[in-house]
Nanobody, 116 residues
Framework: QVQLVESGGGLVQAGGSLRLSCVASGSIFRFNRMGWYRQAPGKQRELVAVITSGGSADSAHSVKGRFTISRDNAKNTVYLQMNSLKPEDTAVYFC??????????WGQGTQVTVSS
């Protein structure tokens, strides 16, 4: 049973920073990619950033230059460093992992609230 546990969310003022962590139960090498998604109230879930098992990373246009995804294989952990946060970044952030073609494992989510 794969478990993904997110942490690091909270309340921060605009312009501030947060670092989200996602710890997997077991090695993350089995996942060909892992990612962070977010869902704001009344909106669809959207991809924020993704990183492959080889370390290649990409992010959504709305967060480029502000958010960075990284992974620590030894700790079975994926991070999302979020800088220059904006009120529109307020959402529940989810960690996800893909063992195949789609993201088939999801965490429970962590709330990020950015005040203006």
């Amino acid at each position: 049973q794969v478990q993904l546990v997110e942490s690091g969310g909270g309340l921060v003022q605009a312009g501030g920073s947060l670092r989200l962590s996602c710890v997997a139960s077991g090695s993350i090498f089995r996942f060909n990619r892992m990612g962070w998604y977010r869902q704001a109230p009344g909106k669809q879930r959207e991809l924020v950033a993704v990183i492959t098992s080889g370390g290649s990373a990409d992010s959504a246009h709305s967060v480029k230059g502000r958010f960075t995804i990284s992974r620590d294989n030894a700790k079975n952990t994926v991070y999302l460093q979020m800088n220059s946060l904006k009120p529109e970044d307020t959402a529940v952030y989810f960690c996800a992992a893909a063992a195949g073609a789609v993201m088939n494992y999801w965490g429970q989510g962590t709330q990020v609230t950015v005040s203006s």
